[in-house]
Structures are given as C-alpha cells and as structure tokens.
C-alpha cells in the first residue's frame, strides 16, 4: 500500500482464494456478506466468531500455490466485534491465529445491516472508539505489530460525510491504522474523506491511516476503476462480493438449464473443466499432493 493502490479481490473459499492468488493479486480479502450468503443467510451477524476464523484460516491457506509457499495478504471483515471490547480482543486473536493480515470492525448496531442499504443505526463513536482501542491493544500484545486494525464507519449513509470523516478521526486516534468508509455516494465524498484523513494522524504513530474503498455492486458507490481511487487517495480497493455474485449467477443459469432440458450439455462451455480445475488445485492424479 506504500507502493500503489493495492486491489483485494473477494475469496468466499479457499479454492477461489487460490484462484486470486494465481491471477496475481497481491491481496485477498474475506468478507462477511460473502462467507454468511455462502453459508446460506443473510449479512446480519448471525455466523459465529469460528465460523468466519474458519473461512479466513482456508482462504489463508488456499491462497498459497505451492507447499511452503506465502500466502496472500488476507484482510477480513470481522463485522461487529462479535460483541464488546472482550470479544473484540478475543476475534483480534483468532483472526491472527487463522492467518489474517488485518481486520475490519464496524460501529453499526447489532444485529449490523449490509453498509449500502438504509435503515442502520450506529453505536456511539465513543464506544465504537472503545473497541478499536481493545483491538489495536490486543495486536500490539500478541507481537505483530504490523496486523492492521481497520475501523468501518457507516456514518455517511446515516448522518453525514461530517460525521463519518469526524468518527473515523476519533477512531485513527484510537489506533485504527486502517479507515474504510461505507456507503459513499460519489467522487466527491471519496475525494473529502481521503483528504480528511490526511490530515488525521494514527495513535501512538503519528501517522495518516491507509484508506480502504470499498468497490461492491449494485449498491451506493458508483462503478470506479482502481486507478481512479489511486488518484483519489485510496490505499486499497475491496471486491468483496464480486466472485461470489459472479460464481452463483453461472449456478443459477445452468440450474435454470437443467432444470428446463434434463441435461447440462448446454453448459459445459461455461464450466470449468476437470483439467482446469486439478490445474488450479495443483493436482496431478496419481501423485501425491503436496500442499502445506
């Protein structure tokens, strides 16, 4: 991020982690909508704190492509908390134990809402403030400094880009190294938020926090290429649902077939093929599969 603005394609599993990682993206990221629509319920908070170490451990791991090898930067969504400052330290740990390079926490109110539909309410900035503190304390104990605390701030949509770029100060003071405003409207709130926080500074680093945009469809934010954010000051571009939408549109259309014909001939120019897929794998049948 130092570099350039760095784009972190969504992994819902760690076949699709594998997949962004043999595409060459220096970053995945874990989102909360994706890993709770992939388990089959709406994104309002109702996966546990294992459930989603579980998925960010196996999109870790499957986004190395050799035994051995690095795995991707992975920074995931780690919604709410999943409860107050105990249980913000405590999902601090298990991500970092699951591999994580960071994590997101948001200050809507339990149980949360997708940040681009209406209708949410926040926590107080003071104890959204309160968490990130527990959360950058945890990861300075734990001896990883460079693990990345990200605060989300659905202020814009609720009362204002004022609010917004206000709590997302507060929360830099707090320790949050990382600030991801949701749900802004166009380029020119993008513009002021990312010039607001160029002028914050990160608790105990003095520092201006990276700043995450969020490039999800169908929702407030218009479709902008990651070259634009650059030039809007953004660190790093999330994808975070677009793998996912893609994979379960090319479902629901060969069901739709399968359904209406009783055969799957017409789709098998939009699957993958078994070579494709043992290709991605790195699997050779008949050998033994060396992974970690």
């Not at 908390?81 to 298990?94: A, C, K, P, Q, W």
């Not at 190294?177 to 160029?198: V, Y």
């Not at 790093?236 to 677009?242: K, Y």
Request: charged share 25%.
């Amino acid at each position: 991020m130092d570099k350039g603005c760095v784009m972190a394609p969504g992994a819902f599993n760690g076949l699709t982690a594998r997949a962004v990682a043999r595409h060459g993206f220096e970053a995945a990221y874990v989102s909360g909508a994706a890993t709770s629509a992939a388990a089959g319920v709406p994104d309002v908070g109702l996966l546990t704190l294992d459930r989603f170490a579980a998925t960010v451990r196996e999109v870790v791991d499957g986004s190395r492509l050799r035994a051995g090898g690095p795995a991707l930067p992975v920074l995931a969504d780690a919604d709410t908390g999943f409860g107050e400052e105990e249980m913000t330290r405590r999902t601090v740990i298990e991500y970092q134990r699951a591999g994580a390079a960071g994590l997101h926490l948001e200050d809507q109110v339990f149980p949360k809402r997708c940040g681009h539909l209406d209708g949410k309410t926040l926590i107080p900035a003071d104890q959204a403030a309160s968490r990130i503190e527990w959360a950058s304390a945890a990861a300075r104990d734990s001896g990883d400094p460079d693990f990345i605390i990200c605060a989300r701030t659905d202020a814009a949509g609720v009362t204002g880009i004022d609010d917004a770029i206000s709590r997302a100060t507060q929360f830099a003071k707090a320790g949050a190294s990382m600030i991801f405003p949701e749900g802004l409207k166009d380029e020119a709130e993008f513009e002021q938020f990312a010039q607001a926080m160029r002028e914050a500074a990160v608790a105990d680093t003095g520092k201006p926090p990276y700043v995450l945009a969020n490039m999800t469809e169908f929702g407030k934010t218009p479709m902008l290429p990651r070259d634009r954010f650059a030039e809007l000051g953004y660190h790093i571009v999330i994808f975070p649902v677009s793998t996912l939408r893609i994979a379960m549109k090319a479902v629901d259309d060969m069901l739709t077939n399968l359904a209406a014909k009783g055969s799957v001939e017409a789709s098998l120019s939009n699957m993958q093929t078994r070579a494709e897929l043992y290709d991605l794998l790195g699997y050779t049948p008949g050998e033994p599969w060396s992974f970690r």
